[in-house]
């Protein structure tokens, strides 16, 4: 189905994100890009969302400054805590979770959403490789979307945005080539939870997303490719 109307999609820079903004695009949203400062140790992710924008053609990019890095309780917004390697467990809520980020960036984008008219907000959560994140999972997102139903003119006026995410039951796998059929520069996405210069190839993020690279037929995409 083809949209004439605008959506704000949440930019992390990351791999997901980027390509729920290509799918967004595909189907014809002029897109509005908001990205989060939160303290996060890789904020090199961020100049990664400036450039996937401007390789989309996305001319109208937010960055806002929330830092949740005040009170951490995350591992990515604390460098007091050790960021897991061991891989990702189902019954283990890993120390990368950070306290209520994503209820944050929606209420956010909701806000943005409304005041610029955009009838969608695209996002890149997803349940399948970060199962124990409470906040990617569709339950919380349709709990979300009854309170942004709720809480908003739009919403009493019965057009309140609608939550997407286009990739939430996908595999790494499934985004990887998704990502390249529509597009997404791939190689400017950042994924790693390291702040380095180049990704470090050994935590969580990086080890998911250089294996579904790989399986996906695109090693020389991958970290030591």
Known sequence: MIHQSKAVVLLSGGLDSATSAAIALSQGYH???LSLRYGQRHE???AAAKNIAKALDITEHYIVEVNLAQWGGSALTDTALTLPQGGINPNIIPSTYVPGRNTVFIAIALSLA???GATAIFLGINA???SGYPDCRPDYLQAYQR???LSSKAGIEGHAPQLIAPLINDSKVDIVRRAVSLGVPIEDTWSCYQGGEKPCGLCDSCR???RALIEAGYPELATFG
């Open 208 to 210: 998911i997303r250089d």
């Open 147 to 149: 309170l942004a139903n």
């Open 31 to 33: 897109l509005i890009a």
């Open 114 to 116: 409304e005041a610029k």
């Open 128 to 130: 399948v490789d970060y």
């Open 44 to 46: 090199k992710e961020l």
